[in-house]
């Protein structure tokens, strides 16, 4: 803090001691003064993301925008409306089942939320068609004709 004339203006955040003294000198006074930082307070918050298309497994993290940029306290919760669809930490989305859900980011200075609607599909399983080639003759036995890199055999008789 500064003084002039009287006059207290604060500078930054932290204590002061503000003194005056008469014009002999022999008799004074003081003032402790407290300056506290300025606060800004949260007006909003937005997400990057306001919907998500993701396969089982798979894994999206949504960034957080708290406005004003000097927003003092920028502090967010995150929430899925359902952890059995997808479940989000710190802003990571991980999906665990075919459904949907909403995430949530909640600002601790104002409750102010933004969301993400995630829609998970189940995980495609491909097959591929059997190369083998398995004879049965009616004289032979099963297994004659097996091509060993594209059939299973475990070595015993059929």
């Given at each position: 803090a500064t003084v002039e004339n009287g006059k207290v203006t604060a500078v930054k955040a932290g204590t002061a001691t503000i003194t005056v003294t008469t014009e002999d000198g022999n008799k004074t006074a003081t003032c402790k003064v407290t300056v506290k930082a300025k606060t800004y307070p949260v007006e909003s918050v937005t997400l990057d993301k306001t919907s998500a298309d993701l396969t089982e497994g798979e894994e999206v993290t949504l960034t957080a925008t708290?406005?004003?940029?000097?927003?003092?306290?920028k502090n967010v919760t995150w929430s899925s409306s359902d952890?059995?669809?997808a479940t989000v930490a710190g802003g990571k989305v991980t999906a665990v089942k075919a459904g949907t859900a909403t995430i949530t980011v909640t600002t601790e200075d104002g409750n102010k939320t933004a969301t993400c609607k995630?829609?998970?599909t189940g995980k495609n399983i491909s097959t591929e068609e059997d190369k083998g080639d398995l004879n049965y003759g009616s004289e032979g036995s099963a297994g004659d004709n097996i091509d060993e890199e594209n059939d299973i055999y475990d070595g015993g008789s059929f």
């Open positions: 708290v406005n004003p940029s000097n927003a003092t306290n952890n059995a669809v995630v829609t998970v």
